[in-house]
């Protein structure tokens, strides 16, 4: 098992920026990947950024690129997701996901099994 604890949320202007953390307990070494995810009231939840922790590999979802950086301390087994010139549109609640297998998306959220409890992002204009 792995549990995964959010932290670092908040209330930001459109412009500001914010730094998410993911910590990482348990089983972490079975972890294949783990990413960022966001929902806003009444839409699905949708994958942010994912990083593949043995290959580097990165992905991002077209509306954050160059504005949002996932990134990942070995050592304190945490992950962050650094949000530079935010907007409203990013106003939502923010979950970090580990998967312990390959061979699923980056994005979908059916393809990761742990989940932490949430952060929330509120971006006023």
């Known amino acids: 098992q792995v549990q995964l604890v959010e932290s670092g949320g908040g209330s930001v202007q459109a412009g500001g920026s914010l730094r998410l953390s993911c910590s990482a307990s348990?089983?972490?070494?079975?972890?294949?990947?783990m990413g960022w995810f966001r929902q806003a009231p009444g839409k699905e939840r949708e994958g942010v950024a994912t990083?593949?922790?043995?290959?580097?590999?990165?992905y991002y979802t077209d509306s954050v690129k160059g504005r949002f950086t996932i990134s990942q301390d070995n050592a304190k087994n945490t992950l962050y997701l650094q949000m530079n010139s935010l907007k409203p549109d990013d106003t939502a609640m923010y979950y970090c996901?580990?998967?312990?297998?390959?061979?699923?998306?980056?994005?979908?959220?059916?393809?990761?099994?742990?989940w932490g409890q949430g952060t929330q992002v509120t971006v006023s204009s």
């Open positions: 996901a580990a998967a312990d297998g390959g061979g699923g998306s980056w994005y979908a959220p059916a393809d990761f099994g742990y």
């Open positions: 348990g089983y972490t070494s079975s972890i294949y990947s």
């Open positions: 990083l593949y922790l043995y290959s580097d590999i990165i």
